[in-house]
């Protein structure tokens, strides 16, 4: 099956910036990053997951209001890697942090549910901290 292997994850002090990485391989018959929607969801110790960032097929870009101005997802096509640039980041932005990938070919003005992304990756903590 498809695999996401992610790095880049870390601890900061507010005000920091970090940058995630997805990798995505062995997806066969399926596409890579730049044939697929991709998304970055965070899920906060005791919170719930939240979307955090897409990008779609024709590379538009859409972000949760909390992030929007301090966070941009970009790809990379020929590294087939995803990425997550992170700044001005805040306490409220530790979580862990997953990417994933989606097999529908829907274009969406919003992160989208959990459900429309069937692979994902393995997780990476982001602490912010002082």
């Known amino acids: 099956q498809v695999q996401l292997v992610q790095s880049g994850g870390g601890s900061v002090h507010p005000g920091g910036s970090l940058r995630l990485s997805c990798v995505v391989s062995n997806y066969g018959v399926t596409y890579g990053v730049g044939g697929s929607s991709m998304a970055w969801f965070r899920q906060a110790p005791g919170g719930e997951r939240e979307g955090v960032a897409r990008i779609n097929i024709d590379g538009t870009t859409k972000y949760a209001e909390f992030v929007r101005g301090r966070f941009t997802i970009s790809r990379d096509a020929h590294q087939n890697t995803l990425y997550l640039q992170m700044n001005g980041l805040k306490p409220d932005d530790t979580a862990m942090y997953y990417c994933?990938?989606?097999?529908?070919?829907?274009?969406?003005?919003?992160?989208?549910?959990?459900?429309?992304?069937?692979?994902w990756g393995q997780g990476t903590q982001v602490t912010v901290s002082s």
């Open positions: 994933a990938y989606s097999i529908s070919r829907q274009w969406r003005n919003s992160v989208g549910a959990e459900g429309e992304y069937k692979y």
